[in-house]
T-cell receptor
Framework: GAVVSQHPSWVICKSGTSVKIECRSL??????MFWYRQFPKQSLMLMAT?????????EQGVEKDKFLINHASLTLSTLTVTSAHPEDSSFYIC????????????FGAGSRLTVL | GQQVMQIPQYQHVQEGEDFTTYCNSS?????IQWYKQRPGGHPVFLIQ?????EVKKQKRLTFQFGEAKKNSSLHITATQTTDVGTYFC????????????FGTGTRLKVLA
């Protein structure tokens, strides 16, 4: 079946630095990927929709300059948390769907970010 | 904005007991999906329901989509310790989008 690889699985960084998280579809082309944020014991909050070759669409309340999303190829989307602060510490999960007609979301394993 | 609520938030059951989680949307959904997230893991797709009133079964799991396409339920018969985890419903808002709004989740603990 479809596999989505997310890297790194966990990262610790200092406040003020930037962190990049990669999301790759391993055996299929993902025209659309989604980035979610999940706080401990809470639901998944959709942050943005990443479309290959075009700008990401951000959900209301999500700072686009803070969370930079790039979807340069059909198999890779990246989320960069810029100038990270402790409140950005969270579990970030990407998901992907394949081409037209595919409704199932395949999730990556997630990336746990801790900002000191 | 659109909201998808699930009840209960938590459920502890004895192994062998049944379990049900309910999902309610403030707006009509195009379709609904259910996911299971084990502790420390990521969500894993379980099933998708599309038609009004649809019922689907997967072994001990029964999924139902309401007639108005605004609510859904997941019922587990004779729970096992392997059923432990958080169950999320995710509603698709319209046929023109592939955005899914996740429910608040129900965390299930099964006591052996």
């Amino acid at each position: 079946g479809a596999v989505v690889s997310q890297h790194p699985s966990w990262v610790i960084c200092k406040s003020g630095t930037s962190v990049k998280i990669e999301c790759r579809s391993l055996d299929f082309q993902a025209t659309t990927m989604f980035w979610y944020r999940q706080f401990p014991k809470q639901s998944l909050m959709l942050m943005a929709t990443s479309n290959e070759g075009s700008k990401a669409t951000y959900e209301q309340g999500v700072e686009k300059d803070k969370f930079l999303i790039n979807h340069a190829s059909l198999t890779l989307s990246t989320l960069t948390v810029t100038s990270a602060h402790p409140e950005d510490s969270s579990f970030y999960i990407c998901s992907a769907r394949t081409g037209a007609g595919a409704n199932v979301l395949t999730f990556g394993a997630g990336s746990r970010l801790t900002v000191l | 904005g659109q909201q998808v609520m699930q009840i209960p938030q938590y459920q502890h059951v004895q192994e062998g007991e049944d379990f049900t989680t309910y999902c309610n949307s403030s707006t009509t959904l195009s379709n609904i999906q259910w996911y299971k997230q084990r502790p420390g893991g990521h969500p894993v797709f379980l099933i998708q329901l599309v038609k009004s009133g649809e019922v689907k079964k997967q072994k001990r799991l029964t999924f139902q989509f309401g007639e108005a396409k605004k609510n859904s339920s997941l019922h587990i018969t004779a729970t096992q310790t392997t059923d432990v985890g958080t169950y999320f419903c995710a509603g698709r808002l319209g046929s023109g989008t592939y955005k899914y709004i996740f429910g608040t989740g129900t965390r299930l603990k099964v006591l052996a």
